[in-house]
């Protein structure tokens, strides 16, 4: 299973940005797909989450700002970060749950990340 990210980069303060990410590979489903970022000295943190059945959660940092959706039938998810601040300069990764196999285990999948950086 491979994630791909794409739609980072450089962004002034108060402007937006759209990530995306696609799954490929042999999935029988994927439970909950997400974004998380790490931004340099500190730890990977959440931004925020989607369930395969629509049920969000988001970092308090980014509530309001950032909205999370995903496309079950292309194993896609995206996020529409708005009102971007430089405190949301970071490295941002994807994130999936997916079942697969013969005994439908969950394994967790991370995409190599994508940069975006807010000036001010």
């Known amino acids: 299973v491979q994630l791909v990210e794409s739609g980072g980069g450089l962004v002034l303060a108060g402007g937006s940005l759209r990530l995306s990410c696609a799954a490929s590979?042999?999935?029988?489903?994927?439970?909950?797909m997400g974004w998380y970022r790490q931004a340099p000295g500190k730890q990977r943190e959440l931004v925020a989450t989607i369930t395969s059945g629509g049920r969000t959660n988001y970092a308090d940092s980014v509530k309001g700002r950032f909205t999370i959706s995903r496309d079950n039938t292309k194993n896609t998810v995206n996020l529409q970060m708005n009102s971007l601040k430089p405190e949301d300069t970071a490295v941002y990764y994807c994130?999936?749950?997916?079942?697969?196999?013969?005994?439908?285990?969950?394994?967790?999948?991370w995409g190599q990340g994508t940069q975006v950086t807010v000036s001010s």
């Open positions: 590979g042999i999935i029988f489903s994927i439970d909950v």
């Open positions: 994130n999936a749950n997916v079942r697969r196999g013969l005994y439908l285990l969950q394994e967790v999948f």
